[in-house]
């Protein structure tokens, strides 16, 4: 049971370049989320969805895209990578508010140079 | 906006001791609120939750209290431990609409053996 899990773990940009960053959970979740976190600030919501084929912005959803055709898949995109992206990024999934939060998996380093 | 904000960045406890978390959050409509605990380099690992309903929930050595007219909520840790050591994210959410988190900057627990 592998939960959420999240590839690259790092990845290293140049100003301009695009990535798709990959979301995959195996526990039938209806809702998955991408966060953002910088330091000082906590975790900031990028976009989610509840539910495939749907998506929604988040608080900072600016520079980023994202898609669900999949249940357990969500991606989030940047098309063209600014240094202000340079963050840790971490996907969540749930099936709405239980006594058992959301799952989250280990997190993407990028680092936009 | 922070609508949720841990004013500690930091805490340091000793093994045994009772460790105090504090949370205190602006919207009034949030009505349901979870802990997070993350160690570096992995994901936030939910801790336990409350709903406004409550005033108090508890797990084990780990006790959430909500006091709504002020806003705030707190973590108790009872007796804290060393592998306790991390740090420890405050979310609100509404129970209603798409359940996003909002998270506080977080506050590093130390507990010094």
């Known amino acids: 049971n592998a939960g959420v899990t999240q590839t690259p773990k790092f990845r290293v940009l140049k100003t301009g370049q695009s990535m798709t960053l990959l979301c995959a959970q195996d526990m039938n979740h209806e809702y998955m989320y991408w966060y953002r976190q910088d330091p000082g600030m906590g975790l900031r919501l990028i976009h989610y969805s509840v539910g495939e084929g749907t998506t929604a912005k988040g608080e900072v959803p600016d520079g980023y895209n994202v898609s669900r055709l999949k249940k357990q898949n969500f991606l989030l995109g940047l098309e063209s990578a600014a240094p202000s992206q340079t963050s840790v990024y971490f996907c969540?999934?749930?099936?709405?508010?239980?006594?058992?939060?959301?799952?989250f998996g280990s997190g993407t380093r990028l680092t936009v140079v | 906006d922070q609508q949720v904000k841990q004013n500690s960045p930091s805490l340091s406890v000793q093994e045994g001791r009772i460790s105090i978390l504090n949370c205190d959050y602006t919207?009034?409509?949030?009505?349901?609120f979870l802990w997070y605990k993350k160690y570096p380099a992995e994901g936030p690992t939910f801790l336990i939750s409350i709903s406004s309903i409550k005033d108090k929930n508890e797990d084990g050595r780990f006790t959430v209290f909500l006091n709504k007219s002020a806003k705030h909520l707190s973590l108790h840790i009872v007796p804290s431990q060393p592998g306790d050591s991390a740090v420890y994210f405050c979310a609100a959410s509404t129970i209603t609409g798409a359940n996003n988190l909002f998270f506080g900057t977080g506050t590093r627990l130390t507990v010094i053996p």
């Open positions: 919207n009034s409509m949030f009505d349901y």
């Open positions: 969540a999934s749930g099936q709405g508010l239980t006594n058992y939060g959301y799952t």
